[in-house]
């Protein structure tokens, strides 16, 4: 038992109920003028949209499942990939 939870942790997949666009999430950051909010943008508009962003927060909070996810341990990990 202790084996297969072990494997079931370490294989677990995080993904997001529901589809975003990068309307929306403009939507969200223009009311928070921050050099966060301004870098993310920038970042996801060089992108060219959601898609990279996604799949590597998803796999960045993996890490995380263990000790918890919070919005925290988010809004980290959303600077960490809009300054990478």
Known sequence: MNEFA???MENAIID???GITIDEVRK???DEDSRES???LSR???DKGLDDLMVT???CLKEYIRTGI????VRAQL???SDS
């Open 79 to 81: 600077n960490s990939y």
């Open 16 to 18: 997001f109920q529901g």
């Open 57 to 59: 927060i998803a796999d």
């Open 44 to 46: 996801l508009i060089e």
């Open 70 to 73: 919070n919005e925290d341990i």
């Open 28 to 30: 969200f950051l223009r």
């Open 6 to 8: 072990r494997y079931l």
């Open 38 to 40: 301004r870098s993310l």
